[in-house]
């Protein structure tokens, strides 16, 4: 876990999009965001960032979603870490299961995990970094069981960062036990939380609502939002 030469050290990104969308009413990984399928837009935000690699989990329509992520060529010049997809066969189980499914597929010499789902697209590679970068900062004793949330304005968001200390337990996740548990069996009350500048480490998308709202409120976030036709009076 050291820092030898000042190295940026070895994190991998897993973005969370196996689930069904319930709420939303429709495969919320697909809508667009600034003229891309939203798990799109997150995963090249992953990987214009100082991390290794982003995995992308997938379980529920899991070839469109797929097709979604990998499809195309646009945009991958811009690209510093590999995009690749990790297929979690018990998404039904939850997101434990697919917590545990992008862990298990990150490489093996990986010194933290960035864990994010598919409907934070206002999270910028700002945070990450910021992120990354004060993981890197921290002694290897620090590191050794490491979480790091970011904090805008005293309110907690997303993504979550933890150390590969933690690796055998969030693989080990399941119905007994949530990513939740492990942070805050782990996560200490000033040292885990880093302040950002961004407030989009609270936008979360779960309804037609939320989206509607996401597109007229917070346009800065990406630099060109599509909003798809009949949006706003569309609740399916």
């Known amino acids: 876990m050291s820092d030898p030469g000042g190295r940026s050290p070895v994190v991998s990104a897993v973005v969370l999009a196996a689930g069904a969308s319930t709420r939303m009413g429709r495969p919320k990984q ?22 290794s690699e982003v995995i992308v989990v997938v379980g529920c329509r899991a070839d469109e979603v797929t097709l979604a992520v990998l499809g195309g060529s646009e945009g991958d010049s811009g690209r510093k870490a590999p995009i690749r997809v990790a297929v979690n066969s018990a998404w039904e189980d939850g997101m434990a299961a697919s917590v545990a499914c992008g862990v298990g597929a990150a490489r093996a010499d990986a010194e933290a995990f960035l864990i994010t789902l598919s409907d934070h697209p206002a999270v910028g590679v700002d945070v990450i970094d910021v992120l990354i970068a004060e993981f890197a900062q921290r002694s290897p004793a620090e590191r050794a069981r490491a979480v790091l949330v ?5 309110r907690r968001g997303h993504p979550t960062l933890l150390s590969a200390g933690l690796r055998a337990e969030l693989e080990a996740l399941g119905a007994a036990r949530t990513l939740r548990d492990i942070v ?22 779960d309804t037609p609502s939320d989206y509607v709202e996401a597109l007229l ?8 939002i599509e909003e798809p036709e009949g949006s706003a009076t569309d609740g399916n």
């Open 30 to 51: 697909l809508l667009p965001w600034g003229g891309v399928p939203m798990v799109r837009h997150v995963a090249e935000t992953l990987a214009g960032s100082t991390a």
């Open 150 to 154: 970011p904090v805008h304005e005293g």
């Open 184 to 205: 805050n069996a782990n996560a200490d009350p000033i040292r885990s939380l880093v302040e950002v500048s961004s407030e989009g480490i609270r936008m979360d998308l």
């Open 217 to 224: 409120q917070m346009p800065r976030f990406a630099s060109c």
